[in-house]
C-alpha cells in the first residue's frame, strides 16, 4: 500500500482559468476526485486537499504537501492561453529522479488515454509544488481550446485510470505482473526507481526482508516490498523457491543424436551445447520473453 496526497489547485473564490461558464476549479476537483477514488478502491491511503469547493491556494498547497510527506503527490490543474489553438498536456515537477521520471510518465499517460496532444514534462519546479517532497502537477489540456475542453469532458475516466496506473506501476501492487519468485533480503536493502544504484531510492527494505520477485535484469531484479515496487540488487537478495507450482518451467530434455565414431570430448561438447541452449531456453522463461 502507497499513500498519495492530491490536490485540486483553486477553489472557492479562486476559480483558476475560466472558458465562459466552465471553471478550471471544477474540473480539477473533478479529475482528482476520480483519481483518488481509484487509487483508494487498489488499496492505497489518500489524503485530498479539498473534496468541494473550498480554497486551495499554491502557497498552502505548497505547505500541505511537505506536511503530508506522502509517497506522491499532485496537484491537478488545466492550462489556459490567449490563443485558443493552445493544445496539449503537460506535467510539471521538480528534478529530483523520481518526481522527473513520473511526471514524463504521467504526461504520456494523460496523452495516449484522452488523445490530448503530449507536452511532456515541464520543469524545473512550479508554483503549487513542493520541493521538499515527490510531486508533480499534471496540466490536463488547455481550458481555452474548445477541442481540449471536448477530449476532457469525454476521456475523463479513461485519464484517471491511467494516471492511477501510473503511481501503481512505482508504487504498486502490480495486478498485472507475474510474480516469478519470492525472496528474501540478506543486508538491508534500497529499493530503487530504477536498476542502478544512481537511481533515487523509493525507502530501505530491512535485512530479512520478505520480497516478491518480478524480473531479472542482469544483476537488478525487479520487486516489490509492503506493496511498493521497485528495483534492488541481486546480490543482497536470497531466492527462496519459485511461489507456485503454476508458475514453474518443466524441463524435458531433448534427444541427443551422438555419432557412435564421436570420441569422449565430442560427447561433451554435444551434451554440453544442448544443455546450455536449454538453459537459455528456461531462462528467457523466466524473464518472460
Ligand atoms: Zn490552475
Redesign the pocket.
Known amino acids: 500500500m502507497a499513500y498519495f496526497a492530491l490536490a485540486a ?2 477553489g472557492a473564490s479562486d476559480p ?2 475560466v472558458n465562459g461558464t466552465r471553471l ?2 471544477d474540473d ?1 476537483l473533478k479529475l482528482c476526485l476520480k483519481v483518488g477514488k481509484l487509487l483508494e478502491d487498489r488499496g492505497h491511503r489518500v489524503d485530498y486537499y479539498r473534496t468541494g469547493d473550498t480554497e486551495c491556494t499554491a502557497a498552502n498547497c505548497r505547505e500541505w504537501m511537505k506536511a503530508k510527506k506522502a509517497d506522491f503527490a499532485l496537484c ?5 492561453f490567449s490563443n485558443i489553438t493552445a493544445t496539449g498536456a503537460e506535467v510539471w515537477s521538480f528534478s529530483d529522479e523520481l518526481s522527473v521520471s513520473l511526471a514524463t510518465k504521467l504526461s504520456a499517460a494523460i496523452s495516449s488515454s484522452s488523445g490530448l496532444y503530449n507536452r511532456g514534462r515541464k520543469g524545473n519546479g512550479a508554483a ?1 509544488l513542493s520541493a521538499d517532497v515527490p510531486c508533480a502537477q499534471p ?1 490536463v489540456g488547455f481550458i481555452s481550446n474548445p477541442a481540449d475542453n471536448v477530449k476532457f469532458d469525454n476521456t475523463l475516466d479513461k485519464i484517471a485510470e491511467a494516471i492511477a496506473n501510473e503511481l501503481e506501476n512505482v508504487f504498486g501492487p502490480i495486478k498485472n505482473l507475474e510474480r516469478i519468485a519470492v525472496g528474501t533480503t540478506t543486508d538491508p536493502l534500497n529499493l530503487r526507481v530504477g536498476p542502478s544504484t544512481a537511481s533515487a531510492s523509493l525507502g530501505i527494505i530491512p535485512q530479512g526482508g520478505k520480497i516478491d520477485i518480478y524480473s531479472v535484469e542482469k544483476n537488478w531484479v525487479r520487486v516489490s516490498y509492503n506493496g511498493k515496487l521497485g528495483y534492488s540488487s541481486a546480490d543482497y537478495i536470497k531466492i527462496d523457491y519459485f511461489s507456485k507450482p503454476s508458475e514453474e518451467i518443466t524441463i524435458k530434455i531433448p534427444d541427443i543424436k551422438i555419432p557412435k565414431t564421436a570420441t569422449e570430448e565430442t560427447v561433451f561438447q554435444i551434451i554440453g551445447r544442448s544443455v546450455r541452449d536449454l538453459i537459455d531456453t528456461v531462462f528467457s522463461g523466466w524473464k518472460g520473453n
Open positions: 489547485g483553486h483558476g482559468a478550471e476549479k480539477n491537478f490543474h488545466r492550462n489556459s503549487w496540466e
